[in-house]
């Protein structure tokens, strides 16, 4: 009897200590821009203020040798993130979140660009997880910020 209550507590304590899985999001837009003309939109760090409807402002700055973008968001709320890796040559930038409203944590993200048939692609992808809500609405939550800002830079580099 001691025995399997032991043993119950040991799984119960194994998959509470079992990290969540990470979910991921991908969306991509096609633009009627040559790649260059696309990764000249999105490829400043903090240009993301110029062609995302949520944010407001955007301040650069630096902590520990790293770019920081601090976004202030229409409505209030701000977003801290880091940049982490950067190719211009590859036309793409990651980062992750380091402060947020949002209901993640463990959020990584890449943004780039890519030739494609009569334009570009721009892809946008996260990982993170949940947190303080149901992995479909943290899922629903960062996929409604990648619509709005690829449907935002789709109309801005139409031709």
């Given at each position: 009897?001691?025995?399997?209550?032991?043993?119950?507590?040991?799984?119960?304590?194994?998959?509470?200590?079992?990290?969540?899985f990470?979910?991921?999001?991908?969306?991509?837009?096609h633009?009627?821009?040559?790649?260059?003309?696309?990764?000249?939109?999105i490829?400043?760090?903090?240009?993301i203020?110029?062609?995302h409807?949520?944010?407001?402002?955007?301040?650069l700055?630096q902590?520990?040798?790293?770019?920081?973008?601090?976004?202030?968001?229409?409505?209030?709320?701000?977003?801290v993130?880091?940049?982490?890796?950067?190719?211009?040559?590859?036309m793409?930038?990651?980062y992750?979140?380091?402060?947020?409203p949002?209901?993640v944590?463990?959020?990584?993200?890449?943004?780039?660009?890519?030739?494609?048939?009569?334009?570009?692609?721009?892809?946008?992808?996260g990982?993170f997880?949940?947190?303080?809500?149901?992995?479909?609405k943290?899922?629903?939550?960062?996929?409604?910020?990648?619509?709005?800002g690829?449907?935002?830079?789709?109309?801005?580099?139409?031709k």
């Amino acid at each position: 009897m001691k025995t399997s209550r032991i043993f119950a507590a040991l799984v119960v304590a194994a998959f509470a200590a079992t990290p969540a899985f990470a979910l991921d999001v991908k969306k991509s837009v096609h633009v009627d821009a040559s790649p260059a003309d696309a990764w000249a939109a999105i490829g400043d760090f903090c240009g993301i203020a110029s062609w995302h409807p949520a944010v407001a402002k955007c301040e650069l700055s630096q902590q520990n040798m790293a770019t920081i973008r601090t976004l202030s968001l229409n409505g209030g709320g701000t977003i801290v993130e880091k940049q982490l890796a950067r190719s211009d040559a590859k036309m793409s930038y990651s980062y992750s979140i380091l402060e947020s409203p949002l209901p993640v944590e463990g959020y990584k993200s890449t943004m780039s660009v890519k030739k494609s048939k009569g334009g570009s692609a721009i892809v946008w992808t996260g990982s993170f997880k949940a947190k303080g809500a149901p992995d479909d609405k943290a899922k629903d939550v960062i996929a409604g910020i990648y619509d709005g800002g690829l449907a935002s830079l789709q109309k801005k580099l139409a031709k």
